[in-house]
């Protein structure tokens, strides 16, 4: 097998093991790697990429991998290589190289694992956390006499433990971090400016993509997720890169860098032409200011459910002054007016993973005692936490004519009842479907730092970009 060992100097994980250790209270943790996924058959398998959790701990990408950390140290557990696997894949480090790679004490026999899980009181006295690979779960299962049927939100005991330990580590990034951070966003940025330059009426959704990915293959990296390259925007997650640009239509791209695990995450809309007709341009200046005035608010101490409200509160002024929406701002808010054009929340954490930790579901992003809001548009909210300095988020808001809810009953229709939604003005912006302008934000003991500032958003920054190759 192909072993991508880590580029950072060990210390950056034995430091984050042992504060790992250290809020574990005496209690040793086996965190896995997850194994490789084949597309169709064993020798063509999809591009690998271990668990965040294990990635974070380790900084490298070792199938089938798992890494036993406690207050006397940490281990690391590997298959051993097939002996002829130095034919198809080249020399494979030896395991004091791994060893000394990661800063772990040694690298053993991953078959050596009952024995030490047995030393340590068995089982139960073992924290560890379900992997999302399936094959890997049942490892798990068996191995440390496992279930976990009710998934992430049912975590007990030594797990829930370990399960809170990360969030509280991973949380507030480290200089390691945010050196890796960085990187991914400069490449993030370039990736939409490449996008911008190739976008021209009569060229196809998936070459703006392919111009993107380029971009960040000549940085050396790939997607952080599966890119979102449309001229329909109202499709939120629209995966779907098989349509032709048409003069007039707007292009929606939400592409991020990935950078040895850790994500950008970017959202650009422009004109396929070039120019934003005035209806266009009138929506986009809405969506810009709204997500100025969120990132604004990225600041230590500041509830994020605040900062969604600042994005709804913003955009509905903008709607009210447009004459889409009927009514004060405030109460519009509050009965959740905004949703209708803005169904969901102002954006998530970013680290690791793109929608950082969201493995451990709202155990990672909502705060103790807080709970998602029974309003639509509210509850899809990601993160309801206090901002700190070293927290990473991003900011989204964004602007739809989405046909699944302005043609839903039960959504709209005590809004159009009481005339709150002005369908006739709504009717005026036929030619714009979908803008959303995202950025990664920094939270520091200051003001707010946006990691993908590079990435242009003012629209005539945006307009003189597009369609000009370099």
Known sequence: MTLALPSQDASVFQRRRAALAERLGGKPALVFAGGQKPMNYPGNPYPYRADSHFLYLTGASLPDASVWVSEAG???????????DALWHGATPSWAEIAAAMGVDRVRDRAELPEVIAAAGGPSEVASLPSADPQTRRSQDALLDRSWLAGVEGL??????????????????????????????????????????????????YQIRGAMEAELMRHGMRTSYQPIVTVHGEILHNFDQRNQLQDGDLMLADVGAEHEGWAGD????????????????????????????????????????????????????????????????????????????FPHGVGHLIGLDVHDMEDLGDRAGYAPGRSRADQFGLGYLRLDRDLAPGMCVTIEPGLYLVPAILEHRELCGPFDADGTLNREALGRFADVRGIRIEDDVLCTEDAPEVLTQAAPKAAEAVEALVGREA
């Not at 940490?74 to 002829?84: M, Y």
């Not at 903008?318 to 519009?332: A, C, F, N, P, T």
Request: negative net charge.
């Open 74 to 84: 940490s281990e690391l557990f590997l298959t051993p290589t097939p002996e002829d």
């Open 266 to 341: 970017v959202t650009r809309t422009w004109p396929v032409n070039g120019k934003f007709s005035p209806t266009q341009r009138a929506m986009y200046d809405i969506v810009l200011q709204a997500q100025l005035d969120a990132i604004d608010k990225v600041r230590p101490g500041v509830r994020y459910r605040e900062v969604h409200l600042t994005a709804a509160r913003s955009l509905t002024r903008g709607l009210v002054d447009l004459g889409i929406l009927r009514g004060e701002v405030d109460g519009l808010v509050e009965r959740g007016a905004h949703a209708l054009l």
């Open 156 to 205: 007990e005991g030594v797990d829930a433990h370990l399960a809170d330990a990360m969030v509280a580590l991973r949380m507030v990034h480290d200089a390691a971090a945010l050196e890796r951070l960085r990187e991914a966003h400069a490449a993030t940025a370039a990736c939409h400016m490449a996008g911008m330059r190739a976008t021209k009426p009569g060229a196809w959704e």
